[in-house]
């Protein structure tokens, strides 16, 4: 069998508001659920370009005590040529207690203190970006203040 490669495909810029975020911990779980709105943001790349629809979705993690986060986001993209496509992005992050909250307080941490990866899965309309509808994606991401940072790989 052939090893699958990874070619960048895009990135995308997740802009969210300021201030605190919401969490709370529902009744028989061992979990903490969040929720924060996606205010905007920007699409770039050599496969795609476009921007991320304001208000047009979220985030809702799970933060675990021992420091994993399960990451649950929906929202829409807009190609540069006007083609509306649907996002839903599963992942997870972990880092240390400490590193976990300086990246709540808004500070960015390098990378190699918190693991965060991604598994997109995109809905587009039949044309020129329906390429996205078959094809298995890979991201990165990266929190920087109030916005999140994703390189989506194309496993080829």
């Known amino acids: 069998m052939q090893i699958p490669g990874l070619e960048l495909a895009f990135h995308v810029r997740l802009d969210f508001a300021e201030g605190p975020r919401t969490r709370f911990t529902p009744a028989y779980t061992q979990f903490t659920r969040g929720y924060v709105g996606l205010e905007g943001g920007e699409v ?7 921007r991320v629809v304001p208000h047009s979705g979220g985030d809702w993690p799970r933060f675990w005590a021992d420091g ?6 929906h929202y829409m993209l807009e190609a540069r040529d006007g083609t509306p496509i649907y996002i839903h992005n599963r992942g997870i992050a972990y880092s240390s207690p400490d590193a976990f909250a ?10 190699e203190e918190n693991y965060l990866r991604v598994t997109p899965r995109f809905e587009a309309p039949e044309g020129p970006h329906n390429w996205l509808n078959r094809t298995i994606f890979v991201g990165v991401a990266e929190r920087r203040g109030n916005s999140t940072y994703f390189d989506y790989y194309r496993v080829t």
């Not at 994993?68 to 986001?73: G, P, R, S, T, Y």
């Open 44 to 50: 770039s790349g050599p496969l795609l370009s476009g």
């Open 68 to 73: 994993l986060v399960e990451f649950e986001a």
């Open 102 to 111: 300086r990246i709540e307080a808004g500070e960015t941490v390098p990378p």
